[in-house]
């Protein structure tokens, strides 16, 4: 088996309403579909989570075609350069890159043996993933959001274990 490509999609999540934080507000998160192909017709999904890379998944997926996707080690070599400091890449950017990718060789190999991710990884640990519902201060946006007060926040955390039972949360209320 042997790569024939590798795919970056950019997806663009939007809020219900943005979210305000230290340095402003936003209204949606980017992030980065990888696909890797192969000859055999196996694809690998991983995600870049650092907004639009596209352009690090295209550069560094050049460096891929033709290598054995089972190969991590030598498909890292090709990605990320063995050294702390480079005039020409940016080492960071390489390796968050690679990682995106890394995460569609294991999700293709996953495929390609006919088991899942966490057999391969040496067994679940877990049957289920709790959901964390996230709260922050919102703008009002049609009618949805508004919260700024840590009262408005807490009567909107009650509304998501109501309407979704929801487990536990996570948040921020820091703005400027």
């Not at 402003?24 to 890797?36: D, P, R």
Request: charged share 25%.
């Amino acid at each position: 088996m042997k790569i024939t490509n590798v795919r970056a999609t950019p997806v663009n999540i939007p809020f219900k309403a943005p979210y305000r934080y230290a340095l402003g507000s936003t209204a949606s998160l980017t992030k980065t579909v990888v696909e890797v192909e192969t000859d055999e017709g196996v694809t690998g999904l991983g995600e870049y989570a650092s907004g639009d890379g596209t352009h690090v998944i295209e550069r560094l997926g050049q460096r891929l075609v033709g290598l054995d996707p089972l190969d991590l080690n030598e498909c890292e070599r090709r990605c990320v350069p063995d050294v702390s400091f480079n005039l020409w890449e940016h080492l960071e950017e390489a390796r968050r890159g690679f990682g995106a990718i890394e995460m569609a060789l294991w999700d293709l190999r996953g495929r390609a043996e006919g088991r899942s991710l966490a057999t391969l990884l040496g067994g679940a640990v877990r049957t289920h993933v709790p959901f964390t519902e996230y709260f922050a201060y919102r703008v009002e946006a049609n009618g949805v959001g508004g919260e700024s007060s840590p009262l408005a926040i807490a009567r909107y955390c009650e509304r998501m274990v109501e309407q979704y039972d929801a487990p536990s949360f996570e948040g921020k209320v820091a703005t400027v």
